[in-house]
């Protein structure tokens, strides 16, 4: 069998010779197979030793950055999420902080009012009183006055019709008429 | 063409055909005799390989760029499509030899793709180098299921969820086609690619007709077209078929 094939090879590398097939030329072979075993001993130091690593780390590092770049974006869009969070409460603060000023305002301006409200009615109160008290002072004066004209009236009166009469009892009589 | 026609013309309107002349290795500078140090051909065109290597995955990618240049960005491309491949079909701790299957890739696609040019030679369509490619997966992958798993590697081929009288048929077979592998995966590759470009020469002899010619260079031009394809196609699925591989010696349970 093996003698067979190898006739067979035999005669078809002499067929090759003469009726052309090179790839039969098995004298050949050896050049072919020793400078295919140069060529692929330089190519696979090329590749291993700077074109593998070189393009992966290329690879590697495109990776990387669309990763980081992602992963920025997504912070980015948190912060700009955190700002308007920050913005609303900001703002509700804002809101807040005004309407208690408002509402102080409002209770310092009632209080104020009330205070002079109540001052005014005070003092209201003291100049009435104080009116009062000279009304009736004038009240007062003009009796006691009313009481010496009636009492003096009452003595010329008296005199006139040619009586005497006391002073005293005058102005006793005059004074109880008066009171009643 | 024209010189084409006047060619065949001269060479008195018989057709002459040398499909496969393409494919000879001979040496660059003078004498006959191709021994294995010679510098033939096949170093020019490995050599551009290494070039075209250098250009897209060292030189383009030299910027390091974050936002990458046309040149990076195809580097990165192929970077991702293999490393995903060696990821998805062999698992994680495959990701270990990424850097051996993505050298396997990277000769194959620039072999491939220069041995497109007009009158390049490509190297990828001999079964020397096809041969030397599978051979070294093969046996890398069998030594390392058996560094990895020692004698528990030979699970691969007891197939432990069939009945068990079937199990030593299917044993038979898993074995057989273990060791196929390396020649389908290897012929694969050198046949497509000869085929294509034997293919296109001999629509090219038939151009120096002028009668078919047009038919003849619009079939030059779809068999290009579709050659282009069959150049990433034949890289990719040897790529794969090795990840394939390598998962088996990475988790030989079925």
Redo the contacts between chains.
């Keep these: 069998m093996a003698t067979e094939t190898h006739d067979a090879v035999e005669g078809a590398a002499h067929a090759a010779e003469s009726a ?6 098995f ?14 001993v ?3 130091l ?3 030793k ?3 690593p ?6 590697a ?2 990776a990387g ?1 669309i990763a980081n770049n992602i992963a920025a974006a997504d912070e980015l869009k948190q912060k700009a999420r955190d700002a308007e969070a920050a913005y609303e409460k900001a703002l509700a603060d804002a809101r807040a902080e005004a309407a208690a000023i408002v509402e102080a305002t409002r209770a310092e301006a009632s209080e104020k009012l009330k205070a002079a409200t109540a001052k005014a009615d005070e003092q209201i109160a003291a100049k009435a009183a104080e009116s009062e008290a000279a009304i009736a002072e004038i009240r007062a004066g003009a009796l006691e006055a009313a009481e010496t004209v009636a009492r003096d009236a009452a003595a010329e009166i008296v005199s006139a019709l040619g009586f005497a009469a006391k002073d005293d009892e005058i102005a006793g009589a005059v004074s109880s008429r008066l009171k009643g | 063409m024209a010189t084409e026609a006047a060619h065949g013309a001269e060479e008195g309107s018989s057709l002459v055909f040398h499909p496969m002349d393409q494919f000879i290795v001979k040496p660059l500078f003078g004498g006959t005799d191709v021994h294995w140090y010679t510098i033939t051909n096949v170093t020019l065109w490995m050599a551009l390989t290494i070039v075209a290597v250098l250009l897209l995955m060292v030189l383009a990618t030299s910027g390091k760029k974050q936002v990458p240049s046309r040149g990076q960005s195809i580097a990165e491309m192929a970077y991702g499509f293999v490393y995903k491949m060696v990821e998805d079909v062999s698992g994680k701790d495959g990701l270990r030899y990424f850097p051996y299957i993505f050298t396997l890739f990277m000769f194959i696609v620039f072999a491939n793709v220069l041995g497109l040019l007009p009158m390049s030679f490509t190297t990828t369509s001999h079964f020397a180098v096809t041969v030397v490619l599978a051979l070294a997966v093969f046996l890398g992958v069998t030594i390392l299921g058996f560094v990895l798993h020692g004698t528990h590697f030979l699970g691969l081929f007891w197939v432990s969820s069939a009945p068990g009288p079937l199990r030593p048929v299917l044993a038979v077979i898993e074995i057989i086609s273990y060791f196929v592998r390396p020649v389908s995966h290897s012929i694969r590759l050198a046949g497509n690619v000869m085929a294509g470009h034997a293919v296109i020469k001999v629509f090219a002899g038939f151009a120096a007709i002028a009668a078919v010619s047009p038919v003849s260079i619009l079939a030059i031009v779809g068999m290009y077209g579709l050659e282009v394809l069959v150049a990433f196609i034949q890289a990719y699925v040897f790529t794969i078929l090795t990840c394939v591989y390598l998962k088996d010696a990475l988790h030989p349970a079925h």
């Design positions: 052309g097939m090179p790839q039969l030329d004298s050949t072979w050896g050049n072919q197979i020793f400078w295919l075993i140069v060529t692929l330089v190519i696979y090329i590749l291993s700077v074109a593998l070189r393009v992966g780390a290329v690879l590092d495109r950055t």
